[in-house]
């Protein structure tokens, strides 16, 4: 089976001329970071996911993680040790603030850094994603002496962080919870209810696990409104901030799933033993949903990117099977002897859409940390609410677009395969089975597609939208001025954007007078402006490619004439399909109202 080897220089090369690292790196607050150390540090955090994570991928998927009668979850073999492999290497606390020991690097940083992890073994991976999120809330809403007493151990790893919203009635509907949390006299709460689906909410990989759990305080109102957050510790803490006595937070269960098998996903049971696990309010009261709010575009782009991550392990083992499999001639080929499936034009099709769409993803989420980055750190006010409003529109777009491709190309990395895809042992199909939960979780993909239509669409009354349109269109100048090798990407992101302005503003004309017609077309809608998005990315490429070709020697020539091909592919293979999708999101929500089922 095919091993991962992360993809250094299209990584660089996305870093470089599609999110502007040097841009980022010369921000405030990022005077330690240069771009060169950047690239160094993402060599040795490769070497170190592909010698020690990597392996571990295909027997998490065995031997998943288990639970055990005494509620204790151990992990699949070897996933402890390299967890505390991770937390000695120090990879976590890259880009968390110094002041807690992390090494305040920017998000962009990260995002590469997961993606490599992510490649390497997505159920691993969503150890340190879940604390990950759970850091980010710590770090913006909860007290300085919380801060203090958790982010240290959160952000060495050695520690886990939990995000405790999901409960058998509240899904989406996260106001549904009932979770109750109870004010008791010395200013803690005590915790009762069920959470289900808790990713790692239990594990042998740390010394402690920090749940943030959503629950309501008896006088909270009803809905969002009425959501507090409170840190729940596996084992409370002594005096000394060593983990002391268990706390009364049980896994009862984890759940049997098609795939991130290591990865724990439990449910678990608050206040079991006795009148309810100790809780400790984050910030004020019913204000838990806002928190929330303000680290979604973190922890969604994280997992727009696991579909990335997934579709580029699985474009690496297509890619070694079709050079290696022969079947059939191809055109060309000497009579009597079978050719590489590579050789085949359908096949290269496969091949090139993975590889396109890729680098226009992995484009597209970079661009979007980068506006994290600027949106956190600009020194200019309108800088950094001009990162917030990019990153605002961009994050559904790498949600659901990355996670959809996700499932798309792991696959066609099956197809790839043919009948050896469908059968475990070549691997590949764990990738398949690996994505297929990241449309679901994180806000549904649905969600993602309302989100855009419903909250971002409207912003500055279609403002920020127009804005954004308007940079695309401000390409087509270079495009022109870069000749015929660029001809047919100019004028097929000029149709792309026509499309896609010719679908906003009819929803934007159409979605106030009639909401439901505006959401009967939000997924359409959602696909298009992430396939423009990509485009325009990848039009991108191709003018930074071609102007890197006038200097480049041998060796560089073939990777920047690639970067120029995957580029025209995109926007000449898959991008018009899209365009096709404007009668759909303007075909209203007659026949959906209609429909009985
Ligand atoms: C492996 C795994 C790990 C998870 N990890 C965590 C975790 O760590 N912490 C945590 O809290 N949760 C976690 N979850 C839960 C996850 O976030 C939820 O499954 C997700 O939010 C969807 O909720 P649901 O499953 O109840 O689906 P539902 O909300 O029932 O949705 C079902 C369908 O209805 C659609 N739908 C729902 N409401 C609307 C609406 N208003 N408009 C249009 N369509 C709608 C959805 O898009 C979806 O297609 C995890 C789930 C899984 C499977």
Known sequence: MAEYSAPLRDMRFALEHLADLAGVVALPGFDHVDADAVHSILEENARFMEDLVAPLNRIGDVQGSVRNDDGTVTTPEGFA????????????????PPEYGGGGFPWLVAIAMQEILTSANMAFSMCPLLNQGAIDMLLHHASEEHRETYLPKMITGEWTGTMNLTEPHAGSDVGALTTRAVPQPDGSYRITGTKIFISFGEHDMSENII???????????????????????????DDDGTPGERNDVTCVSIEHKMGIKASPTCVLSYGEQGEGAVGYLIGEENAGMRYMFTMMNNARLSVGLEGLSLSERARQMAVAYAKERRQGRAPGAPAGEQSPIVDHPDVRRMLLTMQASIEA?????????????RASHAADEADRAAGAELADLLTPVSKAWGTDLGVELTSLAIQVYGGMGYIEETGVAQHFRDARIAPIYEGTNGIQAMDLVGRKLPMRAGGAIGDFLARIDALDGDLAAAGDDLASIRSRLADGVAALRTATDWLLANGMANPLDALAG????LRLFSVVTGAWTMARQALAASAALADA???DKAFYEGKVLTARFFCEQLLPPALGLVPSITATNRDLAAASF
């Open 81 to 96: 040790a390299a967890y505390k492999a991770y937390v000695d290497a120090g990879w976590g606390g890259v880009s968390f």
């Open 211 to 237: 749940h943030l759990v959503l629950a309501r305080t008896p006088s909270a109102p009803p809905g969002t409104k009425g959501i507090s957050c409170f840190i729940v510790p596996k084992y409370l803490l």
């Open 361 to 373: 993803l992995r484009g597209v989420i970079y661009l979007n940390a980068a506006a994290l980055d």
């Open 522 to 525: 939000a997924t359409p809608y």
């Open 553 to 555: 020697g041998p060796a």
